[in-house]
């Protein structure tokens, strides 16, 4: 048996594709033209807008856990296991939170580009 080494093709192969643009080249061109400076900027509002959303939102979800303790009687001094429920509430209960709101904000961001590559012309 021969060894064969197997390497990526070469530059000249990659851009010869049927005289199509690169991803990049035509991302380039729809930002340098003024329609795609707006759908740029337009993108940049969207993915802010959302990361503030997420951000607020499990911020105000985080805050929620205490003011429960306080505002429920009783709530505070039950131990689950010889472990606070607070504790419980805030160890255990959190990461489903982060998660879910990972989870909700990738899917969002990336649909908001996809947008965005429809609008501009990327495929």
């Known amino acids: 048996m021969t060894r064969v080494r197997v390497t990526a093709p070469s530059a000249a192969a990659r851009t010869a594709v ?26 940049i509002r969207s993915q802010l807008r959302l990361a ?40 255990v209960g959190i990461y489903p939170v982060i998660g879910l709101g990972a989870w909700l904000y990738v899917r969002t961001a990336a649909r908001n580009e ?4 429809d609008l501009a012309g990327d495929q």
């Open 18 to 43: 049927h005289g199509a643009p690169r991803p990049f080249e035509s991302r380039e061109a729809a930002q340098d033209s003024e329609v795609g400076q707006v759908f740029v900027r337009s993108l």
């Open 52 to 91: 503030l959303v997420v951000a607020a939102g499990f911020l105000l979800i985080l805050a929620a856990f205490p003011l429960t303790l306080v505002l429920v009687p009783g709530l505070a001094d039950t131990t689950i296991a010889g472990i606070p429920f607070g504790w419980l509430l805030l160890g």
């Open 114 to 117: 996809a947008r965005y590559r």
